[in-house]
Nanobody, 123 residues
Framework: QVQLVESGGGLVQAGDSLRLSCAASGRTFSSYGMGWFRQAPGKEREFVAAIMWSGGRTYYADSVKGRFTISRDNAKNTVYLQMNSLKPEDTAAYSC????????????????WGQGTQVTVSS
């Protein structure tokens, strides 16, 4: 069992940057693939980025590729999402999640979820 707690969200202007953090409990953190998802009002939860347990392979949604970077620090049991060149359409509640599978882009593959952190990007 792992517990996930996100932080780092806030209100920013278009073009600004934010770094989200997700702190995980449990000594088995390094055995999980980690993902970031987001959900805007009236829309389905969508995949944003994922990183495999070793940290050596990453995956990104086309909408954020080139702007967002996912990373993890297993020694600190923490995964990060660096978000640059933010756009108003990035506004959403961002959640981190953990999976023991290799289907990193599938929401149904994730067993553990944080409560989310709000990111709001103004024009």
């Amino acid at each position: 069992q792992v517990q996930l707690v996100e932080s780092g969200g806030g209100l920013v202007q278009a073009g600004d940057s934010l770094r989200l953090s997700c702190a995980a409990s449990g000594r088995t953190f390094s055995s999980y693939g980690m993902g970031w998802f987001r959900q805007a009002p009236g829309k389905e939860r969508e995949f944003v980025a994922a990183i495999m347990w070793s940290g050596g392979r990453t995956y990104y949604a086309d909408s954020v590729k080139g702007r967002f970077t996912i990373s993890r620090d297993n020694a600190k049991n923490t995964v990060y999402l660096q978000m640059n060149s933010l756009k108003p359409e990035d506004t959403a509640a961002y959640s981190c999640a953990a999976t023991r599978s290799t289907y990193y882009t599938s929401v149904t593959a994730y067993s553990y979820w944080g409560q989310g952190t709000q990111v709001t990007v103004s024009s």
